[in-house]
């Protein structure tokens, strides 16, 4: 919902200003997929809301469901589409939200970037997947949120800021609750960084050095790893925060001993980097996992380095990190 727009207008049927309220307070409840859903409100001011403005800007085009994840391809007021999923820990529910349609930055491992780049997602789109997935699985809600779907979050920065002030004043997601990552946009991890915020910061690195990065991320030939390695830093210095790098093991690209090598010595420079240790997941006429998954597991164990194997989920429905894509 545009909430300014429909403030202004309801200001001009100088309703009760705790109509105003009401309405606020059920959109951002996620309970309600249409105003005329809103039994507290009266009839004629429900059909005159629904005839003047759409409660969601976005609508449920197809749902895959998997064993522990939902991906809903959801379609915009453009006709333009995008993917979002959601995914249950068992202990949690986790929204994982596109911030643009298509991407610009075309990243070798990853589906979205052959589709090109469509535009940047408001931040009404941005908070409507959110309030999406609450209706859906309600009662249950969102407990965490990352921004790891469609799109580079840090070239809709703007947009990335006002939904994050959004949810902060209107949804029940703590800040530590919210990870966003990027693949290196160095200006924007020092703006990051100065925010002073408790929201966690991820990297998709897939390399430890710069010539191997700028042959799967062309955005490295923008951004010297050099360069990318001193802005993280910097984040790392001023929050005393731990900063998650993102790590899929490439066949033949990105997994020899000198890639593990190069990562350990990474990883001992700075105690706040923690590695998350990916396998690749199956694209289209995409590059292939390698074997060697749990070679570098044992080394970084016997080296006491911060790292995790990371569970992924919805591999099997295309709901994973790098499959995302639409026919837009």
């Known amino acids: 919902m545009d909430v300014k727009t429909v403030q202004s207008y309801l200001s001009s049927l100088t309703l009760p200003q705790y109509r105003q309220k009401q309405i606020l307070k059920n959109y951002f409840s996620g309970r309600y997929s249409s105003f005329l ?12 809301l629904e005839k003047n403005f759409s409660l969601l800007s976005l609508s449920e085009s197809k749902l895959v469901t998997d064993t522990d994840t939902q991906k809903a391809l959801l379609t915009l007021k ?8 959601l995914m249950d820990y068992g202990d949690w529910l986790t929204a994982c939200l596109s911030s643009q349609v298509g991407c610009p930055l075309n990243c ?10 469509k535009r940047n997602l408001t931040a009404e789109e941005m908070l409507d997947q959110i309030l999406y997935w609450n209706h859906k699985i309600f009662p249950k809600y969102i407990g965490r949120l990352v921004f790891m779907g469609m799109g580079e979050p840090f070239l809709n920065w703007d947009n990335l800021l006002t939904t994050l002030k959004i ?19 160095i200006p924007k991890i020092y703006e990051f960084t100065d925010l002073n915020t408790e929201i966690n910061l991820a990297l998709s690195l897939h390399a430890p050095d710069q010539e191997t990065r700028q042959k799967i991320m062309p955005i490295a030939l923008q ?10 830093n910097y984040y790392t210095a001023h929050t ?46 995409g590059l292939n996992p390698s074997s060697n998954l749990n070679l570098f597991a044992d ?4 080296n006491h380095l911060n790292f995790s194997l990371r569970r992924s989920l919805g591999k ?11 026919n837009n």
């Open 37 to 48: 859903e809103m039994s507290d409100l009266p009839k004629g001011l429900r059909l005159d």
């Open 78 to 85: 453009d006709n333009l589409a995008i993917e979002s999923v």
């Open 108 to 117: 070798a491992f990853c589906a979205t970037g052959k589709m090109g780049f």
């Open 167 to 185: 949810i902060k004043e209107n949804l029940d997601i703590g800040s530590r609750k919210i990870s966003i990552s990027t693949a290196g946009i």
């Open 223 to 232: 951004y010297h790893f050099d360069d990318l390695i001193k802005s993280l």
């Open 240 to 285: 005393r925060r731990q900063l998650f790098l993102e790590y899929a093991l490439i066949d033949n690209i990105n997994d020899s001993q000198d890639h593990l090598k190069n990562l350990i010595t990474l990883l001992k420079s700075n105690r706040l980097f923690y590695l998350n240790l990916i396998t690749l997941n199956p694209v289209k006429d």
């Open 299 to 302: 080394t970084l164990e016997k």
């Open 316 to 326: 099997s429905s295309n709901s994973a990190c790098g499959q995302l894509i639409t």
